[in-house]
């Protein structure tokens, strides 16, 4: 009798959630029955003379079935259940109780890179084919294990092995289903490539939206900075003052901006005063014009001030508190009854204009100084906004980036990216000088680069080669108290001794290094270096 005689009753059919993909050319009366006896999790059970095996597999349940009276140890495979098997995508091996090696698929061969047909597991971990064995495993534990495996070709892979029971409920064989996770984890990467890489694209499209709408580095997508364009959005449309606070660079002109284009003003001019830029003996003929003859030198005819030529639009007072008292009051007279009055004129000239003023100072600190006027300081917080420092909306820091790479990349044609490992750097970075530092660093950093990509040794060189500028975030000791020794030397010299002066002062009044490093605004660390490069000796506690 011929194998295929002998098995030509044999038969296998595939399920797939619940559905059955492919099949030989078993009786379907036959199929329903096996279907409707299988319980989930069964290895193998009879149904009518028939054996019937399963083998859980990547494309579905695999059911073998073949006659009872044909099944036997000696008859452990066959040509039709090779085939099979061998049409499977994952490596499938089977070893009988003792750990020898009786069948492994073409799959199983090719990615494990060895032929273990005939072999002990342990034999060959013995050898260093394998890292470990599955089938021990579940020989020593009979029940189903799942590892990852390293073999001999350095290939990572995960195998689950499940036993197999005879009638007696001894062990009779292990099943293991190999699945290569080198390639796995080569898609992982290429899936976080991916991601980078969409991060990057969304940021770019984002700059590029916001280019085209604003022409500005106005970037919002902090919640921080979320709230305050929410807050500008609300304000635009009515024609209150505004006061504008945050440190310098914050980006107080360009909300100024954001401000006037949507609100009902947006077809007239909007005019910027830098209060601490123009002179003091002429801001006030700036701001307010002259008549001819006011002065010495007055042009002949007079002229119109800043205020009357920006009537109907928007006037943008920038550092408010460096505005001398005398101008304050005539400011205020403006906000008051919204007329100017020129130099060498006692005519008032009705305006129609709306102030925003911006600062980076204190003004109710100033006012209680006597600095400032309390009035006008009122009157110009009718509704206050305050940006957030850059270090505290860091969600902003890579979107402003990706706008900085676009703006020089159309101002000097040269195109630039930046590689993760620098962005984090970047991201990571404090930021002193707010977004006009980040923008002077990203255009520095394009111009000066010699490559394409900018890495993150680039970076950090740059970064490490700019001064630290520390701001006074807490209340600083009061170094002016000090007296001020002469000191003698090159300039370097100079500073150096008044600088250890400063950090012994400090020392002598705070009992821990960490309160004489917040008095001065600077890290523990750093002033613990300046102590050991000052070689001062005193013994003081790190602690509070």
């Known amino acids: 009798m011929s194998i295929t005689q002998l098995h030509k009753d044999e038969h296998f059919f595939i399920v797939k959630n619940d559905e059955v993909m492919i099949k030989s050319d078993i009786q379907i009366e036959l199929l329903e029955k096996i279907i409707k006896n299988y319980s989930k999790g ?46 499977i995508s994952d490596g499938v091996t089977v070893c009988d109780c003792d750990g020898k090696i009786l069948f492994q698929n073409d799959i199983d061969i090719e990615i494990v890179g060895i032929d273990l047909m005939g072999k002990y597991a342990k034999d060959a971990i013995a050898e260093g084919i394998m890292s470990d064995s599955i089938s021990m495993k579940v020989i020593e534990s009979k029940e189903k294990v799942t590892i990852l495996q390293t073999f001999i070709n350095g290939k990572c892979f995960l195998v689950s092995g499940k036993p197999i029971f005879d009638e007696y409920g001894e062990l009779q064989y292990v099943v293991a289903i190999t699945r290569d996770m080198t390639q796995l984890k080569l898609l992982e990467k290429e899936v976080k490539k991916l991601e980078v890489q969409n991060e990057n694209f969304k940021n770019k499209l984002h700059a590029l939206h916001n280019k085209e709408n604003t022409k500005s580095s106005l970037i919002a997508v902090s919640s921080a900075m979320m709230q305050v ?64 003859g006011a002065f010495t030198g007055a042009s002949r005819g007079g002229k119109a001030g800043l205020f009357e030529i920006a009537s109907g639009g ?51 600190e100033m006012v209680r100084q006597g600095n400032f006027r309390e009035d006008l300081y ?52 404090d930021w002193p000088g707010n977004v006009r530092q980040l923008k002077n660093m990203v255009e520095r950093i394009c111009l000066l680069a010699t490559q394409p990509e900018i890495t993150a040794y680039i970076v950090q060189q740059e970064l490490d080669s700019n001064p630290i500028i520390k701001r006074d975030l807490e209340v600083p000791v009061e170094i002016q108290s000090v007296v001020t020794p002469k000191f003698s030397g090159t300039l370097k010299e100079q500073i150096a001794s008044f600088e250890k002066q400063i950090i012994k002062e400090a020392l002598s009044k705070y009992p821990s290094i960490r309160q004489a490093a917040k008095s001065l605004g600077c890290d523990q660390s750093t002033l613990v270096r300046k102590i050991q490069k000052f070689q001062l000796t005193k013994q003081i506690s790190y602690k509070d």
């Open 42 to 87: 069964i290895d193998s059970f009879e149904v009518e003379g028939y054996f019937i095996h399963v083998l859980d597999t990547s494309q579905g349940n695999l059911f073998y079935v073949k006659p009872i009276m044909q099944y036997s140890y000696i008859d452990f495979m066959n040509p039709l259940s090779i085939k099979v098997l061998n049409s």
């Open 378 to 429: 009122y009157r110009l917080n009718i509704i206050p906004i305050e940006i957030p420092p850059l270090r505290h909306r860091r969600k902003d820091i890579i979107p402003l980036i990706n706008h900085f790479l676009a703006v020089v990349e159309e101002k000097y044609s040269i195109h630039r990216t930046i590689e993760s490992s620098a962005m984090k750097i970047l991201e990571s970075y």
């Open 229 to 292: 364009v929410e807050r500008v959005m609300r304000v635009a449309v009515v024609d209150s003052t505004v006061l504008i606070g945050g440190e310098s660079g914050v980006g107080k002109e360009e909300i100024t901006k954001l401000i006037h284009t949507n609100s009902r003003r947006h077809n007239k001019q909007i005019l910027t005063i830098n209060c601490s830029a123009i002179p003091e003996n002429l801001l006030e003929s700036e701001l307010f014009g002259y008549e001819a």
């Open 314 to 364: 928007t006037v943008f007072l920038d550092e408010i508190g460096e505005m001398p008292l005398l101008l304050q009051a005539k400011l205020l007279r403006v906000l008051q009854e919204s007329e100017v009055q020129r130099l060498g004129s006692g005519k008032p000239i009705p305006i129609d204009v709306r102030i925003i003023a911006a600062t980076n100072r204190n003004l109710a």
